[in-house]
């Protein structure tokens, strides 16, 4: 009578000292963004809040810059961000301005990798900025 082998699990995924460092920075501009804006930023409710990037995250040279995240909920970020593209544009550069807007736009299209270090010092950047969160 044949028998099965017995099914193994899968060996764990340890995770790379670059993929630790994108989800610290992660999890620390989310505190960073909620701590900022406190409520949706395009209607001032409390619902239902997502931090939500002009630029997307896959774009590591803004995915953590100040001025490309807001507070939206998440009708007006599907809405906007995936449905209306030109109507999150324009509330974006009511947001900032628009030199400011086109300053992100500037560091969005600049292309370089993005390297371990480069995300140690945006950690620590992070750190800094979310111990003086209060002074928003």
Known sequence: ?????????????????????????????RQIIRIRDKVCQAGGGRENLQVVHYWTRGNKRVR??????????AGKHIYWAHVHHDQFKEFWIKRLGKEKFEALELRARYV??????????????????????PSF
């Open 1 to 29: 009578m044949y028998r099965f082998p017995k099914k193994t699990k899968p060996a764990k995924h340890n995770k790379t000292n670059r993929q630790k460092l994108i989800k610290s920075n992660d999890d620390l501009f």
């Open 64 to 73: 953590w810059d100040l001025d490309n995240a807001c507070l939206l909920n």
């Open 112 to 133: 370089a990798p993005v390297k371990e270090f480069d995300l140690i010092i945006i950690n620590q950047e992070l750190k800094k900025i979310l111990e003086h969160c």
